[in-house]
């Protein structure tokens, strides 16, 4: 059985992709033990890859036929895949364009949402069809999985929460660090931009602001090891991962949690911001540079960082694949529908 997980052709640096590739290579691993193969697809693509972390997980191409009347467009996918030897795992954003033709095909699907916000997008009748139609739906973030119960009652009992792993190895407090503080300039770039401005008056001269874009894995934890401060422009995310990865490099994270980010906000770490009040924002930065400042050395808080990472680890990620496969009736020896 190949399990194919269908992702959006994105070339700049979005977590969630980074996630799906992650998952799908870690299962490609895990399968042959269950009879399983794995696969990612960017339906539509000529030579797609993501380029800006390493992956050895299996790429599908596929060109779906054009829909000529109605929306979405593009989404005809009649004899794509084979209900036989494939099950598909579809990105919460596409239910609307794929659950319900994979259903009417009889191919096996799991819807994973990643982005308990973006579950709406769609003719609620498209989505409740989807939904109800699923073999197992993948949840982020106990907040994503509160969305998908409220959204769509009955399906409960098909919710798996799972959890992506932020390579500890990598994204890690070892190195000493400087006086910088940074953020990711696409996040809330309206935002982040009003934050910079009111600060420009009143951060020290010894302090600067480092925008996180354009960069690799490898060179972001390069520069998040060496920062002090993290601002957060999380909005309306599932568990986002780029604040989870400046806390476990040893930064104090200032900033919104896009409400998905609440079940690992430790008080050591973290300080939140409501939502758009950008003058508070840069109050709370230069309030945190100061006490740093005052401070006789930069305290990192390696038991918080200890058990983020444990939450957020190699071992619970395979855990969780692992009851998916189940979920799936992708069972030790084979498949049980």
């Known amino acids: 059985m190949e399990l194919i997980f269908l992702c959006p052709a994105i070339r700049k640096a979005v977590g969630g992709v980074k996630v799906i590739y992650k998952q799908a290579e870690l299962i490609h691993k895990l399968g042959p033990s269950r009879g399983v193969s794995a696969a990612v697809m960017h339906p539509n693509t000529f030579f797609f890859r993501v380029r800006w972390f390493e992956s050895t997980v299996p790429l599908k191409r596929a060109f779906f036929k054009w829909r000529w009347m109605g929306k979405p467009s593009m989404s005809n996918i009649r004899g794509a895949f084979d209900a036989r030897r494939q099950m598909v795992v579809i990105p919460e954003l596409w239910a609307r364009k794929y659950g319900a033709q994979l259903l009417a095909m009889g191919v096996p699907y799991a819807i994973y949402v990643q982005n308990g916000y973006y579950i709406t997008k769609g003719r609620p009748a498209d989505l409740d069809l989807a939904y109800q139609g699923a073999r197992c739906i993948l949840t982020i973030s106990d907040d994503a999985t509160r969305c998908v119960a409220l ?156 058990a983020l990472a444990n939450t957020f680890s190699e071992d619970q990620e395979r855990t969780d694949m692992l009851e998916f496969l189940n979920c799936m009736g992708l069972k030790e020896h084979g498949l049980n529908a």
């Open 151 to 306: 959204a769509f009652p009955g399906v409960e009992a098909r919710i798996l929460r799972v959890h992506y792993a932020v390579d500890a190895q990598r994204f890690k407090p070892d190195q000493a660090k400087e006086n910088i503080i940074t953020y990711m300039p696409r996040k809330l770039a309206d935002h982040s931009s009003k934050v910079l401005f009111f600060l420009r008056h009143h951060l020290p001269a010894h302090w600067s602001i480092v925008p996180i874009d354009g960069m690799t894995e490898v060179q972001v934890a390069a520069v998040l090891e060496r920062s002090k401060i993290f601002m957060a422009f999380s909005h309306f995310e599932g568990c986002p991962l780029p604040p989870l990865e400046a806390a476990l490099s040893g930064n104090q994270v200032i900033g919104y949690t896009g409400q998905g980010a609440k079940e690992y906000w430790r008080p050591e770490i973290f300080e939140e911001v409501a939502s758009g009040d950008v003058a508070g924002f840069a109050q709370r930065v230069l309030a945190k540079v100061q006490a740093i400042d005052q401070a006789q050395g930069f305290d990192v808080p390696l038991p918080t960082i200890r």
